[in-house]
């Protein structure tokens, strides 16, 4: 899933799904696996 898709599927923008998501990865949440094409976001520490 996009980030376009993902703002489109929440109800925001590109940009505070892009903005929202580096939190994550700043927290340890989430982290990205593959290339940018065809990888994908992986939750590390879900709690």
């Not at 996009?2 to 340890?28: P, Y």
């Amino acid at each position: 899933m996009t980030r376009k898709e993902m703002g489109d599927k929440l109800g925001c923008s590109e940009a505070t799904v892009k903005r929202e998501l580096q939190k994550l990865i700043e927290k340890g949440v989430v982290k990205r696996v593959g290339s940018n094409k065809k990888g994908e976001w992986i939750l590390v520490n879900f709690k």
